[in-house]
C-alpha cells in the first residue's frame, strides 16, 4: 500500500465509503485501530545481502468486522473481462468499488508515474461511456483514467492479479459499540506491545549494531532499506502519528506523547540516511533507538495502568 500527502491509502478508501454509513467510520484513525493498530514486528530476509520488513501496524480484516461489523473480503480475478464486468456490476448496485492497483502505471499520480513501484488503493466511482474513461479517486486525486490505463494498473499490482474488495456494512455497528471496542484494541495492544513487542525491539537493536561490522556498499543498502520502511505505509512513524489522533479518555500527555515517539522514529530514519552518507556514527543511532525503546515501554506501561486503574 502507499502512502499519499501523509495518507495510508487503505485507511482513507474504507474511510470514504464507510462514513456515509456510521460517520465515526471517516475517521483515518478509527479505521487504523479497528483493522488492529499499531504493532512493532521485524521480519528478517537472509539474502546475500540482509533485508527486514518492519511493521507499525496490523491488517486484518476479521477484527475489522469484530471491531465495526462491516466486512471487508478481497475477490481475485483471473482476466481482464471479468475484472471489467465485476466493476460494472459493483458501479450499478454500489456506487463505487474499492480496488488494488499499481502507482507505477497511474498516469494523473505524478509522484509516482513511472517512478515508484507499490500496490495503491483507488476508488472507482463511474464510467463515462462518452468519453470511454473511469471517474476514480484517491487521498490526493480525482482523475478520468481510460480503460487501458486502470487494468493495466490493475493487472501489475505485487500480487500480478485483478483484485478488488467487497464492503458489506449489512451489520454494522453503532458509533458508541466501535468506541467501546477501539478503547479495549488499544489497551490489549499495550498488553501485547509489552509481553511481545518489546522483546522484538530489543532484539532489533544488536541489527543495528550489526550495521558497523558490515562492508561499506552492504551497510548502506541496508540503512537505506530499513529508513524506507520506517517511513512507509505501514511502517512506525505513520502509525505513532495516528495513534496520537484516538485514544482512551483522561489519560494525561498521551497525545503529545505519541507526537514526540514519532518525531523520534523519524530523527532515527533521517540519521540512517545519514550514516550510509557517512554523516553521523552509529553511536547516535543507537543512542536515538535507545530513547525510543524507552519511550515506547513508558507510553505502553502507561495505556496498561489507566485499563488497571478502571477494573478497580
Given at each position: ?48 545481502i540482509p533485508s527486514y520488513a ?120 453503532s458509533a458508541n459499540e466501535i ?19 518489546m522483546k522484538k525491539m530489543c ?110
Amino acid at each position: 500500500m502507499s502512502v499519499i500527502r501523509n495518507k495510508h491509502c487503505l485507511y482513507d478508501s474504507l474511510g470514504e465509503i464507510l462514513k456515509n454509513h456510521e460517520k465515526i467510520l471517516g475517521e483515518e484513525s478509527v479505521i487504523f485501530h479497528s483493522l488492529g493498530g499499531y504493532r512493532f514486528q521485524v521480519i528478517k530476509f537472509d539474502n546475500f545481502i540482509p533485508s527486514y520488513a518492519l511493521r507499525g501496524n496490523t491488517l486484518d480484516f476479521d477484527l475489522f468486522f469484530e471491531n465495526t461489523g462491516v466486512r471487508v473480503t478481497r475477490i481475485e480475478e483471473n482476466t481482464k473481462e471479468e475484472a471489467l464486468k465485476n466493476t460494472y456490476q459493483e458501479l450499478k448496485v454500489k456506487g463505487f468499488q474499492m480496488v488494488i492497483a499499481n502507482c507505477y502505471h497511474l498516469p494523473f499520480d505524478t509522484i509516482n508515474y513511472k517512478k515508484n513501484s507499490d500496490n495503491h488503493m483507488l476508488l472507482i466511482h463511474n464510467y463515462d461511456r462518452n468519453k470511454k474513461c473511469f471517474i476514480v479517486s484517491d487521498s490526493a486525486h480525482r482523475a478520468e483514467i481510460s480503460i487501458e490505463d486502470l487494468m493495466l494498473a490493475r493487472k501489475k499490482t505485487i500480487q500480478k492479479k485483478y483484485q478488488y474488495f467487497n464492503i458489506n456494512t449489512d451489520l454494522i455497528r453503532s458509533a458508541n459499540e466501535i468506541k467501546i471496542n477501539i478503547n479495549n484494541q488499544i489497551i490489549s495492544n499495550a498488553e501485547r506491545f509489552i509481553k511481545e513487542d518489546m522483546k522484538k525491539m530489543c532484539e532489533f537493536k544488536n541489527e543495528l549494531q550489526k550495521l558497523g561490522h558490515m562492508e561499506k556498499t552492504m551497510s548502506k543498502i541496508l540503512s537505506l532499506g530499513i529508513s524506507r520502511d520506517l517511513r512507509g505505509p505501514h511502517g512506525v512513524i505513520m502509525s505513532r502519528r495516528i495513534m496520537s489522533m484516538t485514544q482512551p479518555s483522561s489519560i494525561e500527555n498521551l497525545e503529545v506523547d505519541y507526537i514526540k515517539l514519532s518525531e523520534l522514529w523519524l530523527k532515527l530514519a533521517n540519521y540512517l540516511v545519514r550514516f550510509s552518507l557517512n554523516n553521523v556514527n552509529l553511536e547516535t543511532i543507537v543512542e536515538t533507538y535507545d530513547q525510543i525503546v524507552k519511550n515506547e515501554r513508558d507510553i505502553n506501561y502507561k495505556l496498561i495502568k489507566k485499563r488497571c486503574i478502571n477494573e478497580n
